[in-house]
């Protein structure tokens, strides 16, 4: 067998998953990559080599094949090099009972004394286990594939994070990450495809998505309804529960009683029992089912409200880079942007444009809601207040006024759909985009490239996009608000 770090990251990245393994062990061809991993992807280079550029004399093995760099790795490690840049490793061992030839390639080692420190570099912020277990595991691969070639013990494991911090990484000997390949050699080599709950949200960067979510639509697999976790799937699965169908033909009683891993423990399911059951219902029948109210506030004219930010692993702040916002009702008003400038100054900047948006609003209509869909934009106000402030209290009348339509929504209705994000509900609405490919993470990769454009022209043009993206989502959210007056009396 023939295993490398890569196969960790296939295993863990962008969630743990045995069928992907699978399948890419048998070459199985998958989605190229969007317009959002390759940003990652650039960025991650551009990372790299910044690093690579501060470290001085290096010794480059980058263009060299696999073979050849594991030679001369071995002379430069003999030889004492500094600092070696994809250095490669490889080792015959054996894994379980069978021989393995188990191979990697840090992104640098650097002398330290006697021995060397092994070194990556990864844009991500957040370097621990929850998130990203794949980082450390392959660190400590490299660890052990240096120990087995050289005979000494490793300096320590470091990482480079997405701020320019260095992180240390706790290196146990190898035994944890033997294990782990030990694991996905068994995938690996499995007679059938190992069956892998599907995510509508957490699968969608993975280059399965399409192909392993087709399936599950084909075979109604009770993974597709939107209340049922990845660890009430496997449990129900043992039990002979497979299908949507039967998932809504459970006994309600039953399916409270049942206890699902739940963040490191067990939790029963309890309440949620009686709404997955209707959920699958639904889908079972292909029709609403009304379950409630639709609590929405007495206005005659309601703001809607949506923002586009950059999560953590690609902004230092988690940053809010656009703030949109619009009146419909019976007094419709125009699209207000507030948008951060580019310059060390520019999230404050847009930050306080977006408080000088709002007082407009309230100054003209009153204290009329703003309406978002899901409870990003509650969480982003929040941290905007505690980041830059709210001397004129505006920040804190909008969470006041705030209302999140799909909690709303939820309260009332139960639509027969896999997924309650924004662009599959528009859809049942009738509501039709003129930019199909926009997506939050498409404005995200757009933002990336204005960022890093110099003519002011081109980069304007970007902006424009990304602001019509914006205002479409406005539109929407509106059009999802009238749709459901008129589905829940």
Known sequence: MSLTASDIYAYYQPAECARRVYLRYRGEPEAEPGPYEQILLRLGERHERAHLASLGEVEDMSSLDFDKAVRKTKDLIRKGAPVIYQPAFRVETILGSARASIGGV???????????????????????????????HQLILYGWLYEQTTGGKIAGLEVVCGTGEIVAIPYDGGVGVLDTLFRINRIQQQSEEPYNPVGWSRCQPCGFFQRCWGKAEDSQDLTLVPEVDKGLVSILHRSGIRTIRQLAELDGAYLSEINRPWGGREQRVGRKAEIIIKQALALAKNRELIIGKLDLPPARNFAIFDIEGLPPQLDEMDKVYLWGLQVYGERPGDYLSAVSRFGQDGDRQGWFEFLRNCLKL???????????????????????????????????????????????????????????????????????????????????????????????????????????????????????LQWLRAKVP
């Open 362 to 480: 309230f100054t003209a209509y009153g204290d009329l809601p703003l309406v978002h869909w899901s409870a990003y934009e509650r969480g982003r106000v929040k941290a905007y207040i505690e980041r830059h402030g709210d001397p004129e209290g505006i920040g804190e009348r909008v969470i006041h006024n705030l209302l999140d339509l799909l909690k709303v929504a939820k309260k009332a209705i139960i639509l027969p759909d896999y997924s309650y994000s924004l662009k599959r509900i528009e859809r049942q609405a009738g509501y039709r985009r003129t930019l199909p490919e926009g997506s939050g993470e498409w404005a995200m990769a757009k933002y990336i490239e204005a960022t890093e454009m110099e003519n002011p022209h081109e980069r304007q043009e970007i902006m424009n996009e990304i602001l019509k993206y914006n205002r479409e989502d406005l539109e929407a959210t509106w059009a999802v």
């Open 106 to 136: 840090p992104d640098f080692i650097i002398r330290k004394g006697n021995s060397y420190l092994i070194r990556d570099c990864k844009i991500s912020r957040r370097i621990n286990e929850v998130d990203h277990p794949e980082i450390a």
